[in-house]
């Protein structure tokens, strides 16, 4: 009786916990590996930077990647992987990732749900206004092109090639647009975000990030 039980207990345990292979979908593995990890030796929780639901963590620059493409997040999770996307945290973080991991953990992240959550202090509202001129109307006179014309209206994205910056945390968006600036991230086609950096002064790199986080991030149906 005893080794009935034993057994029983053994593969409700095994039922209850999603695997990497097999029976659980990729939507439940994706969410295993968010909120436990993976299993192997280092291996870290999503949501301890990201959260469970995606929302980010702005205090720390974690960016907010709930909704953003699926294609979109698997990608920048390889070229972190492969060296070509700088990110020193996150570098340790997915390198034990497998290519099933990284399919999960997009599927599962560009479907979640997360308020707006709110960034660290208020927005300053000079900074604001500057931003959202260069945003929507770009500096031609330093060949400079509205955010708008590549992250679409809003800030809301063009999926899939295209994530959404609106509602991203201040923090997150301007550590992006040094890390182009001085060549630290060379993940962008063509070196179109690094020529835009770097002809964006501080005080101007500063604005887009303010206006940008000052506004609501967009909610998608995903199917």
């Known amino acids: 009786m005893k080794t009935v039980l034993s057994a029983l207990l ?54 907010r990647i709930a909704g953003q493409p699926e294609q979109y997040i698997a990608r920048e999770i390889r070229e ?38 709110p960034d660290v202090g208020p927005p300053d509202p000079v900074l604001v206004a500057e931003g959202e001129h260069i945003a929507t109307r770009g500096l031609w006179k330093k060949n400079i092109p509205a955010c708008v014309q590549c992250h679409g209206p809003n800030g809301y994205g063009v999926p899939p090639l295209f994530p959404f910056i609106a509602g991203q945390n201040r923090t997150y968006l301007l550590r992006q647009l040094m890390a182009y600036a001085f060549l630290k991230r060379q993940d962008d086609p063509q070196g179109l975000m690094r020529g835009i950096a770097r002809r964006l002064t501080m005080t101007q790199r500063k604005a887009v990030a303010e206006y940008f986080s000052s506004l609501k991030p967009p909610v998608r149906d995903v199917p």
């Open 10 to 63: 053994l593969v409700t345990s095994l039922v209850a916990v999603p695997t990497a292979s097999g029976a659980a979908s990729l939507m439940d593995w994706g969410r295993h590996v968010a909120e436990a990890g993976n299993g192997r030796p280092g291996s870290t929780a999503c949501m301890e930077c990201h959260r469970l639901d995606g929302g980010g963590m702005p205090s720390i620059g974690a960016p």
């Open 80 to 117: 972190v992987k492969a060296g070509k996307r700088y990110g020193p945290v996150m570098a340790g973080v997915v390198q034990n990732l497998s290519p099933r991991d990284i399919r999960a953990v997009a599927l599962y992240y560009s479907h979640a749900k997360s308020p707006k959550l």
